[in-house]
């Protein structure tokens, strides 16, 4: 596709229950980044990959949380045990050259937790 | 963690006038600042950037001003319109910890037409 896509637009859950949402980065970007947006708030880092090498793991908050990406391309951010204040719009996004701050982001997964 | 702020959480402008939203960040070792525009339901979208080596930068209708003294960065919107209403978000990298971009809580624009 032409954008970033992400995947399921919108989900409910219940408290306890693990989800997975997906993106879709840009064909050719070797870099990709999940960030959280609670409600009002700013971009949280979460984690970057970029190409072959070892994720950046170090803004997931807890071990709850994690995230791979499968042969460079598609990504999913998996959240086991959901509690309420994982509610928030997951955001990924996409960028062709390392350390460029250009990135390119989908329009979110909004996740409610219950 | 970083902190990276903004003075002001909401700005209101006549159709027209220019606008002026400021950043401030904390780690003074930050050396590359970007802006983006979130429009709502949507994902962030680049402004534009800025590296260390510069104090300001100027896109389309669009200029951005770091001072390092005072760790501050700025983002002036010429003629401000309507389809500029959107809420804006300074980041900020620091090349030598990683590709993490830390972003601010972001100032909300409304344009009055």
């Known amino acids: 596709g032409a954008g970033v896509s992400q995947s399921p637009s919108n989900k409910v859950t219940e408290k306890g229950k693990d989800v997975e949402l997906r993106c879709d980065p840009i064909s050719g970007h070797t870099a990709l980044y999940w960030y959280r947006q609670s409600l009002g708030q700013g971009l949280e880092f979460l984690i970057y990959?970029?190409?072959?090498?070892?994720?950046?793991k170090s803004g997931l908050p807890s071990d709850r949380f994690s995230a791979e990406r499968t042969g460079g391309s598609v990504s999913t951010l998996t959240i086991q045990r959901t509690q309420q204040e994982d509610s928030a719009v997951y955001l990924c996004a996409s960028s062709s050259l390392p350390g460029s701050g250009e990135l390119f982001f989908g329009e979110g997964s909004r996740l409610t937790v219950l | 963690g970083e902190s990276v702020g903004l003075h002001l959480p909401t700005l209101s402008v006549q159709e027209g006038d220019n606008s002026i939203i400021n950043c401030a960040y904390s780690?003074?070792?930050?050396?590359?600042f970007i802006w983006y525009k979130q429009e709502s339901g949507k994902g962030p979208q680049f402004i534009i950037d800025?590296?260390?080596?510069?104090d300001k930068r100027q896109g389309q209708r669009v200029t951005v001003l770091l001072n390092k003294t005072v760790k501050h960065l700025s983002l002036q919107i010429a003629a401000t319109q309507p389809g500029d209403s959107a809420v804006y978000f300074c980041?900020?990298?620091?090349?030598?910890?990683?590709?993490?971009?830390?972003f601010g809580t972001g100032t909300s624009l409304t344009v009055i037409p």
């Open positions: 980041a900020e990298n620091e090349a030598t910890a990683g590709n993490q971009f830390y």
């Open positions: 800025i590296r260390s080596n510069m």
């Open positions: 780690n003074s070792a930050s050396d590359y």
């Open positions: 990959f970029q190409g072959n090498s070892a994720p950046d």
